[in-house]
């Protein structure tokens, strides 16, 4: 069985511009004829599996969507590692939208909704004009995916709403909720004429054959964007110089995954 790893997520790929899908951009004339694939990237954890991804589409041609996080927990799309990064995924030829992070109260209107969403995406674009006017909801609730399939956002495209994910057939990577070979055969038998496809850098290029094998991984990411902070101490800088050692951050993997063997005994 195969794992989530880069070299499946290559596969993948390799399967797909065999089949003839052309992979398009959320904002492309739905009209174009031929096979279509909008190939898109949530960026939840950190921007280094993103960059990784992006280097595997550019080697391959492929220009896919990566929406990134105005309100995300891990990274700071604003720092100046954010932006770099960012902007460094547009000049690998990537599109650049946004990641939306709904509050925990939804508003009770949609005008309100839509209204905050549109606040949040100008925000973004002030610092990345280079961001296509495309949204997808960040770890949406079954209210806010059913909702969603019809709030119009004014000056917005909805990556989520009925066109992209009823009329167009959506699958999604989330917590694999896929394997490999199950989106082998979506894309190798399907015989679908178009495909919305989520696949997160986040759990193909730290990888594993369980979704806690690959959260686990994903920490020395996170680890490491963290750290980034950390080495502008110069204390810091002077014991650690090149950073922690990798040792370190594998260790503390291998704690947290036996910490989650330990809870679920």
């Known amino acids: 069985m195969k794992t989530y790893s880069r070299e499946s997520y290559c596969h993948l790929l390799e399967v ?29 954890s950190s921007l280094g599996p993103a960059l990784e991804f992006a280097r595997i589409n550019r080697s391959l041609g492929l220009s896919a969507t990566f929406f990134l996080l105005l309100r995300s927990e891990s990274y700071n799309l604003f720092s100046p590692w954010g932006l770099d990064s960012a902007r460094r995924l547009y000049a690998l030829g990537q599109r650049l939208a ?3 992070v709904a509050p925990p109260v939804l508003p009770v209107g949609d005008d309100e909704l839509a209204a905050r969403i549109l606040e949040d995406f100008e925000v973004v674009r002030r610092e990345l004009p280079e961001a296509e006017p495309v949204f997808s909801w960040h770890n949406p609730t079954p209210e806010l995916m059913s909702r969603g399939l019809t709030l119009q956002v004014p000056g917005l495209v909805n990556a989520y709403s009925t066109r992209f994910v009823k009329h167009i057939r959506y699958f999604s990577d989330s917590n694999m909720r896929y394997s490999v070979d199950e989106f082998e055969k979506i894309l190798a038998e399907g015989g679908h004429r178009r495909l919305h496809l989520l696949f997160h850098p986040d759990h193909w290029i730290p990888g594993g054959a369980s979704i806690v094998e690959i959260l686990g991984a994903t920490w020395q990411y996170v680890i490491r964007d963290a750290e980034r902070e950390m080495r502008q101490n110069r204390v810091y800088q002077a014991v650690l110089p090149d950073g922690m050692p990798d040792s370190v951050c594998q260790t503390f993997t291998e704690h947290w995954r036996r910490s989650t063997e330990t809870s679920s005994a």
Request: aromatic share 16%; glycine share 12%; charged share 30%.
């Open 16 to 44: 797909a511009l065999r089949k003839g899908y052309e992979v398009v951009g959320f904002l492309d004339d739905e009209g174009v004829s031929g096979d279509r694939m909008y190939l898109r990237h949530d960026v939840h």
């Open 98 to 100: 946004f990641h939306y």
